[in-house]
């Protein structure tokens, strides 16, 4: 009963109370993700889902075995409820995003559950899931595309250029959707190997992304800001708020020393949500500058295995690139908290795109 008196304020607050709603989804994710985030490790705890170690890794590594794992769960659950709760249930836009961010939660649930559960370290396998992500990015973009009006809100675009550079067709945005949606999801899920790498940088792009949102769903706003003009863009920025009360919420508990890590079911589903919502809104591009650890992250890795197939040699002491940081001597808090700093840094240049007469 409680829910659905929320729910009828929510619906006549959508046409006057918008900022409201956005504060709310906030709130909700936030909350719930504190109240549930307790029993949940619990219960993660009794049934054994426990974190394994690589023996190759940092050394200081090896006390975070039996750490509980697939704390996404945590994550999901609070922005389905606050997203379901304070959005406007006829915008089509935000269904996708929030099917993407539960879809690709799927995917990583399955390969945590037959990790950890199964004890195969391989989980589904590494072309099993691509198949599948490659799947539900496709089916996403063609979402996109469908519900999208052509013009802008189907054009590319670069960082601090006004204009768009080319007009794309169907085939096209798929392609690109599904570049951008697929490697998103990889580069959080490659992150997520420290103590609140991850869940910080998400909510700092999640931030960036509801501003641009914000001005993309306005046209004089859009005009004012040399951005595209996406109609119906700004209720996503009730999904990117209770990504950010998500985030905080589930980062509540995994600070240093972590109480609980977030697993694939998490990490691939957030990267997939940030990318679905870069596309509605035409921001691609600033996509990867906003979430440039993530990008630093997954290219370091694509350079130590391609390095290593080619010369035999290692480019980094180990990869993805946290792990060389902290092989060289820094102490775990300080390579999060400085790569923290890095994203809030590029959170603030890829904002600075919103030039014109703003």
């Known amino acids: 009963m409680f829910l659905l008196i929320l729910k009828m304020w929510a619906a006549h607050a959508a046409a006057h109370f918008f900022v409201d709603r956005a504060l709310l989804a906030f709130l909700t994710a936030f909350g719930v993700g504190l109240a549930a985030g307790p029993p949940m490790i619990r219960r993660l705890t009794a049934r054994l889902i426990g974190q394994t170690v690589r023996r190759d890794g940092p050394q200081s590594h090896y006390q975070k075995a039996g750490t509980p794992t697939m704390g996404g769960l945590l994550m999901l659950f609070s922005i389905t409820v606050a997203t379901v709760l304070w959005m406007r249930l006829s915008d089509a836009?935000?269904?996708?995003?929030?099917?993407?961010?539960?879809?690709?939660?799927?995917?990583g649930w399955a390969d945590d559950y037959v990790k950890l559960l199964h004890k195969n370290p391989r989980?589904?396998?590494a072309r099993a899931k691509f198949l599948a992500q490659m799947c539900a990015s496709v089916a996403a973009a063609a979402g996109v595309f469908a519900v999208a009006s052509?013009?802008?809100?189907?054009?590319?675009?670069?960082?601090?250029?006004?204009h768009p550079l080319v007009q794309l067709g169907a085939l096209a945005f798929i392609f690109l959707g599904f570049l951008v949606v697929t490697g998103a999801s990889n580069a959080v899920n490659l992150t997520d190997g420290l103590d609140g790498l991850a869940a910080f940088p998400t909510a700092l792009v999640a931030g960036g992304l509801a501003v641009l949102a914000y001005v993309a769903g306005d046209a004089r706003l859009a005009a004012l800001a040399g951005h595209a003009f996406v109609p119906g863009a700004r209720d996503l920025v009730i999904f990117c708020c209770a990504i950010i009360g998500s985030a905080l919420a589930f980062?509540?508990?995994?600070?240093?020393p972590a109480q609980v890590f977030m697993g694939d079911v998490g990490a691939l589903a957030?990267?997939?949500a940030l990318g679905v919502i870069a596309v509605v809104i035409r921001?691609?591009?600033?996509?990867?500058?906003?979430?440039?650890?993530f990008v630093l992250e997954t290219v370091s890795?694509?350079?130590?295995?391609?390095?290593?197939k080619l010369t035999g040699r290692r480019i980094f002491r180990m990869a993805p690139l946290h792990h060389h940081f902290e092989l060289k001597g820094w102490p775990e808090p300080r390579v999060i908290v400085r790569f923290w700093i890095v994203t809030a840094v590029l959170v603030l240049v890829g904002l600075s795109s919103l030039g014109g007469q703003l």
């Open 93 to 107: 836009k935000t269904w996708i995003a929030l099917a993407t961010l539960l879809v690709f939660g799927l995917i």
């Open 123 to 125: 989980g589904i396998g």
């Open 150 to 162: 052509k013009g802008p809100a189907t054009a590319f675009y670069l960082p601090w250029i006004g």
């Open 251 to 256: 980062l509540w508990f995994n600070a240093y």
């Open 270 to 272: 957030l990267g997939g």
């Open 283 to 293: 921001d691609e591009a600033l996509l990867f500058v906003m979430g440039g650890v």
């Open 301 to 308: 890795v694509m350079l130590q295995v391609g390095s290593f």
